[in-house]
Nanobody, 117 residues
Framework: QVQLVESGGGLVQAGGSLRLSCAASGIRFSVYGMNWYRQAPGKERDLVAAITSDGRTNYADSVKGRFFISRDNAKNTVYLQMNSLKPEDTAAYYC???????????WGQGTQVTVSS
């Protein structure tokens, strides 16, 4: 059974920082690309940050220079360090695992991030 469990969300003031974690089980974590998406109320779910199985990263323009994705294959965990948070970063953040060769795709349950002004 595949599980992706996010943690680390919460309420923070603008300018603050949070670190999200996503612990994976039931998959061969090291071969999966790992992604963080977010979805604000009434909006589509958008890709925020991605890290490939070999550690290459990519970010949405809106978070470049503020958010940093990393992974620890020994712990089967992906992280999202979020700095200089803005009210517009408020959303539910979802962890996603994607294996390109089989197109298997898994989602976590989400963790809420709320940034107050």
């Amino acid at each position: 059974q595949v599980q992706l469990v996010e943690s680390g969300g919460g309420l923070v003031q603008a300018g603050g920082s949070l670190r999200l974690s996503c612990a994976a089980s039931g998959i061969r974590f090291s071969v999966y690309g790992m992604n963080w998406y977010r979805q604000a109320p009434g909006k589509e779910r958008d890709l925020v940050a991605a890290i490939t199985s070999d550690g290459r990263t990519n970010y949405a323009d809106s978070v470049k220079g503020r958010f940093f994705i990393s992974r620890d294959n020994a712990k089967n965990t992906v992280y999202l360090q979020m700095n200089s948070l803005k009210p517009e970063d408020t959303a539910a953040y979802y962890c996603n695992a994607y294996y390109e060769f089989t197109r298997r795709n898994y989602w976590g349950q989400g963790t809420q991030v709320t940034v107050s002004s």
